[in-house]
């Protein structure tokens, strides 16, 4: 039998210079967390095999033991099926002559007991340098080396992450007896599953020393799971971002600053902070602005102060763009009078030379009692504090919280936004996130009354365990939307194993998402359209969206949706026949489609002032019991036929109808038009006017199904976690409950 491996073992062999455990050792250790292993020996010569096999039952197993040889099978090092000691004495002779083998060092022969026959499966665990600890799931043979039909999870993992890692394989269905296939014991594997990766779990113990691990197979039956082999990978100590310690720090003052300094700005005005300065004024800014320079006695027509700690009062809020050199010392005179520093310069961590200068700027900003957001950002948009770097954006307060960590990008989002709709609550670009991160804003938003949806841009997440932890606890208590730059990057880890050689960017961010229920998005188009969603309409748990029903004029435009609404699992399906037979008895002229979608001309959209569309619409509502609507326009067919006020009368009808059904169906409007600069003032005008009904408005049925798919799964995962009884968020002073969007 093998012996217990300790953490003291695991440092022993590292101490040794070992990169890997050997198989014996990497099976005592799984041993020791209560997972079944083969009764095993290690020989370490041939004369032993005698003496060795006395205790075990044969078939056994024979393999070779050299930690220069890390995948055994490749090598050769395995023998099946052996049932006597003469056997077992030609398999070593046999493997030792091979030439991987014979060239390499050998430290003895593993003999084992054969597992019963069963379903090979996969379970693995990676140290992420930002998240920490993964664990993965996957099952043998070619489901894994060809398709790689694996599940990630962050550790640790609750019995729920570890049963929907094993619903999520493609070939889960062989678990349960696909094809007269006997059927194994998923509670095996979830067991497994959790002693690897959950609170107490080996990867959570041994999250210093282990940097990959296998346990390849894993033999599954109907009794239970065996380990068959095991493989880790181990390191000289954590080596990542995981451990980032939080600060707590209340940045209303950021969002809501009473006085502002502005650094770098010119006596010629013509310099960035002068334009900074021109445009806060603009949009409505009523706080004391000092603008800080080393000899002018006024810029901009404001008194300037040689330095932060000469201004009459603390500074809530200071904009920087001088020299990136000067900056750390004009931080460390600050005096403890100044709360948030924004840098806007350049030079620092982003690039190899900046690092050094980068570090000083953040012990500088800590000596003189500030924090630091950026470097290497654009700056802060507030229409509460009434502070803007954009030229354009809304001036109203709205509920959309966001954390960019590009600046261009964050402008894109505010001018985008306000094109589709969206009013914002804050927008802080964070740039190289060398003190303020994502996660010390996301903690804000989620804390803030204000907020109702976060939006954040990511490249990278230096407290990525941090981060999981907060978006954990707060239990999905308001919808976060993520887009992740370079999600399809180099892999996480070397491939020194399976789970090294499956594991990529993507993977980590696409498990935060199922374990959290924040909402990965892929473009900068799905972003704006989610968060736009989010803001007008009030998410259902207890009735997840999956019936939609469409109705306009829409043509060969409908039929295309519904195929692509049924690829995002939202289900465009005919009515029945009693809502059908309504329909038809309206007595809707030739070329109206009623089994849905419904397709009506120009002509039958405009009779009455709407009310023969909002017939239309009480009968869907009322027979088909759609869970979500979406009324699409092609506003050039509207052209030279009808009058201006068509539009609002089809939107108030379904407004109308909506009030009868209150909270039976989400309602979203999808306005198509071919680009014609008159037709789109008009649509950009009615869309204003629809979002303030609280009507997402998209320009395409594709956006619309997006937003509509990336609601639904928002309410399965509350619905989950609500009827399994989590609620984290109760009690919770930093994530308090919030009022949702009005429904529609």
Known sequence: MTTVMSRNSLTEARAQGRTALDEASGKALLAQYGIAVPTTVVLKRTDDVDAALKGLSFPVVAKVVSSEILHKSDAGGVTVNLRSADEVRDAISSMAAL????????????????????????????????????VMVGLGGIFVEVLGDVSFRICPITRLDAEEMIDELKG??????????????????????????????????????????????????AGGAVAVDARFILDGGADGHYMTAAHTTDFTPLFEPKTVAVIGASTKGTALPNIFIRRIREFGYEGAIYPIHPSAAEIDGLTAYKSLADTPEPIDYAYI???????????????????????????????????????????????????????????LYTPRGKITFTEIGPREVGTVGVISQSGGLGTDII???????????????????????????????????????????????????RLFDILRQAGACKPVVVLKGGRTSQGIAAAASHTGSLA?????????????????????????????????????????????????????????ATDFYARLGLDVTPFDPHAIAELAALGLPPGTSITNPVDCPVGTLQQEEGRVAQKILDIIH??????????????????????????DNLVQAAMRVQEHYPGQAHFVLVLRSDGDPPLERRKREFRDHAVELGVPVYDEMSNAGYALAALQGYERFVRKRTNLGSKRTEGNPRFPSVTSPPSV
């Not at 059927?183 to 999250?207: C, F």
């Not at 980590?508 to 736009?532: E, P």
């Open 99 to 134: 030439p991987r083998i014979a060239a390499a060092r050998v430290d003895g022969w593993l003999i084992e007991e054969m597992a019963p026959a069963g379903q090979e499966m996969v379970i693995g665990g990676l140290r992420d340098p930002d998240f920490g600890p993964l």
């Open 415 to 465: 001018r985008r936004g306000l094109s589709r709709g969206l009013k914002f609550s804050g927008l802080v670009t964070v740039g190289n996130c060398a003190d303020v991160t994502p996660s010390d804003l996301l903690e804000f938003y989620f804390a803030d009354a204000a907020t109702r949806v976060i939006g954040m841009y990511i490249e990278t997440a230096r407290d990525g365990r």
């Open 172 to 221: 889960a269905a062989v678990l349960d007896g696909a094809r007269g296939r006997p059927a194994v014991s998923r509670e095996a594997i979830v067991d497994v599953l959790l002693k690897v990766g959950g609170e107490n779990g080996l990867l959570m113990q041994h999250a210093d020393d282990i940097r990959e691990a296998d346990i390849n197979p894993l033999i599954v039956s």
């Open 321 to 379: 763009a001088i020299a990136a050199a000067q900056i750390p010392p004009l931080l460390a005179g600050a005096n403890g009078r100044l709360k948030f520093a924004q840098v806007i310069s350049s030079g620092f961590g982003e690039v190899e030379e900046g690092r050094g200068l980068q570090d000083a700027l953040v012990l500088a900003a800590a000596e003189g009692g500030a924090r630091l957001i950026g470097p290497n950002c654009l700056g």
């Open 504 to 560: 990529g960017d993507d993977r980590v961010w696409v498990a935060l998402s199922r374990q959290t229920g924040c909402i990965l998005v892929d473009t900068l188009d799905q972003f704006i359209d989610t968060l736009l969603v989010f803001q007008t309409l009030k998410p259902r748990p207890e009735h997840p969206t999956q019936r939609v029903a469409l109705f306009g004029n829409g043509g060969g435009t409908s039929v295309l």
């Open 622 to 647: 009322g027979s088909g019991k759609p869970d979500a609507l979406v009324m699409h326009l092609n506003l050039s067919a509207f052209v030279g036929r009808t009058r201006p006020e068509v539009l």
